[in-house]
């Protein structure tokens, strides 16, 4: 795709997806898009595949990895779908790729951009395929998956396998994003094991892990005076997982929602507030502050987790910035997962 046919497809991703990064002041409309309902149930496989009468969705992989020596790694594979207008033709929607590695030596990102209909960016179902040019997610179904993508300075190609079932967040898989009511449809697979390869810059390092897909479509946008957000996800001992948003107002306040999953998958939704997330150390990233370290606690499930960023420079320098990087989790439950900090 040429320059000039790139740039309206840049401008509508830029002012519509943002809002999916949590820049509600951007992507307002909602009108002639289809509206999250709570009393929709998630039907598989139909829901791993896309939503296209809503305005915006994302198929989200983080992974928690180390290589022979115990060396961390993360990875992220994201594609992100955009409706340009109401109506659902596959020309009308606009894809995004993101991926990055994070390393001992650095982090590494790139992006794809794409425009529906002309077979360079898409998702099925059944049998389970998502791709944006040659990055893909494909396998028999979204339980079991390879994931590849590749820049001009790495590679990854790794295999995942569940061993739990897809969970619904918020209320049965509808979750609320504000006190005033914005909502999405949102489900996760957390209890993804990971094997694979990363060719770096230095060579190739063969590791193993455990890796979390969020999978999310909705089309309000956030409340105005929201900023942005601060997502967790940790993977805990015993196979239980926890997760966390605190997405922020221009007051300081903020709607904080958490799930904690045991390990058999069932979720328990923790209600609006009593999950705390709490920053207690900023770093200098791409010349703004950033909190890479936060006390997490929830008092009747006896959680004091501190999340402490294992690399703090892990910023996604794409078209829309963020940072996305893995974590250390201990307190009075060890573990690992990935934080994602956007708006600031």
């Given at each position: ?230 997502w967790i996800s940790l993977h805990l001992p015993n ?106």
């Amino acid at each position: 795709m040429n320059a000039k046919a790139l740039l309206p497809l840049l401008l509508c991703i830029t002012h519509s997806l943002a809002m999916a990064q949590g820049f509600a002041e951007l992507g307002q409309t909602s009108e002639g898009y289809a509206l999250p309902d709570p009393a929709t149930r998630f039907t598989f496989p139909d829901d791993h595949g896309p939503h296209p009468e809503f305005r915006i969705e994302w198929w989200y992989v983080t992974a928690n990895l180390k290589d022979a020596d115990g060396t961390d790694y993360g990875i992220q594979w994201t594609l992100f779908r955009n409706a340009l207008s109401p109506g659902g033709k596959p020309e009308d929607q606009a894809w995004m790729g993101h991926a990055a590695v994070s390393a001992p030596t650095g982090h590494l990102v790139a992006e794809r951009l794409a425009r529906g209909g002309i077979g360079q960016a898409g998702v099925t179902a059944s049998p389970f395929e998502a791709f944006i040019d040659e990055w893909r997610m494909a396998g028999p179904d979204l339980a079991t998956v390879s994931i590849a993508a590749q820049s001009h300075e790495f590679r990854y190609d790794l295999d995942l396998s569940s061993n739990g079932p897809f969970v619904p967040q918020g209320e049965d898989g509808y979750s609320v994003k504000s006190f005033v009511g914005q909502a999405s449809h949102y489900y996760s697979q957390p209890f993804y094991s990971v094997t694979g390869t990363l060719t770096l810059p230095g060579g190739e390092v063969h590791v193993t892990g455990q890796a979390w897909l969020d999978r999310e479509w909705y089309s309000q946008a956030l409340v105005q005076d929201q900023t942005g957000w601060d997502w967790i996800s940790l993977h805990l001992p015993n196979g239980e997982k926890l997760m966390g948003y605190r997405l922020r107002d221009r007051t300081g306040g903020a709607y904080v929602f958490g799930t904690w999953i045991a390990a058999d998958g069932s979720p328990e939704p923790l209600r609006v507030g009593s999950l705390e997330m709490t920053p207690i150390e900023w770093a200098e990233v791409a010349g703004r502050q950033l909190p890479v370290a936060w006390d997490i606690a929830h008092e009747a499930r006896g959680i004091a987790i501190r999340a402490e960023a294992i690399y703090p420079q892990s910023w996604m320098g794409t078209l829309i910035p963020y940072w996305e990087g893995p974590v250390r989790a201990s307190g009075s439950h060890s573990g690992e997962g990935y934080l994602e900090l956007t708006g600031y």
